[in-house]
């Protein structure tokens, strides 16, 4: 590995470890700004640092179906991802939630079956199965799964829970229209200050209480919309020039490496079942992408 892939690669792998930190980042911030106040002062900066460093790209460079169909997936996305965690009633919820996102790359490759024409063996139909029923583990708490505690959760905040399971889906449906209609080119910018627009709009016309600044929030928000900015940047730095197979591999392993992060930052303890169920989820996700490798 030569010193430019090297570098690429560890670059790659310093925006798994910034993606890592959302879900707690997300919901302190949320807790101290509100879901709709803190997740748009979070795109807003990242809005800006991303045209910044990246520039903000011209629309009619892009092809008009990767705009408007897939720029409204990404906008869907970050904005129900955002919500639905701002919106869990406690920070072990939210836990939960995030946890949820995690079944788009499973759902990203079922898809690409469907979209794309991608050819799989048949370990993807288990590494799915797999990958649903940790989220259903992590969701059962600390008692033995069962049906009921999952229920349970899903009607204690089916707003929350309706939102992180449509954010998994959407986000997989963009990966895939996106391979077809991208054309090598990035919109994010463009997407981010939509995203931006969307949830200040939201902010405006909802009832939440004003937006108060303290040295602390102000510090996560800052740190956070830097990250994601950077995040963008150093990902499309790694996969053209890094390790993909490494960084591939490396990426399912998000999960664990968030809820870690989270769990520290937050303040909890999660039990042995919940761990379960993350590695479950990083497994089945495994199994997924193996089962289109050779292909």
């Excluded at 460093?53 to 409204?72: D, E, F, K, S, V």
């Amino acid at each position: 590995m030569d010193v430019i892939t090297r570098r690429a690669t560890l670059f790659g792998l310093l925006a798994i470890l910034l993606w890592s930190t959302s879900v707690g980042l997300l919901r302190s911030i949320s807790e101290h700004f509100g879901p709709g106040g803190g997740a748009a002062l979070i795109y807003t900066l990242s809005a800006c640092l991303l045209c910044l460093t990246q520039g903000l790209p011209r629309p009619t460079a892009l092809t008009r179906r990767y705009l408007l169909i897939g720029g409204g997936l990404f906008v869907f996305y970050e904005i129900a991802l955002a919500l639905a965690i701002g919106l869990a009633h406690t920070r072990t919820q939210a836990l939960e939630l995030g946890m949820i996102n995690y079944l788009w790359p499973g759902l990203t490759v079922a898809l690409a079956l469907l979209l794309n024409g991608q050819r799989a063996s048949w370990w993807l139909w288990p590494g799915l199965l797999l990958a649903v029923a940790g989220v259903g583990r992590v969701m059962s708490g600390d008692g033995a799964w069962s049906p009921v505690p999952l229920w349970r959760n899903v009607q204690d905040n089916p707003l929350a829970y309706g939102l992180a399971f449509s954010a998994a889906a959407v986000w997989a449906l963009y990966c895939n229209l996106t391979r077809r209609w991208g054309g090598g080119k990035s919109g994010v910018p463009l997407f981010f200050c939509a995203t931006a627009l969307i949830l200040w709009i939201k902010y405006s016309l909802g009832d939440e209480p004003p937006l108060r600044f303290a040295l602390s929030p102000v510090l996560q928000l800052l740190f956070m919309g830097g990250s994601t900015a950077l995040a963008y940047a150093a990902w499309n730095f790694g996969i053209q020039r890094g390790n993909m197979t490494l960084l591939a591999t490396a990426s399912y392993f998000t999960p664990v490496l968030s809820a870690l992060i989270a769990s520290l930052w937050l303040g909890l303890m999660p039990g042995w079942p919940f761990w379960q169920g993350v590695m479950m989820v990083v497994g089945g996700s495994l199994l997924c992408w193996l089962a289109i490798r050779r292909y």
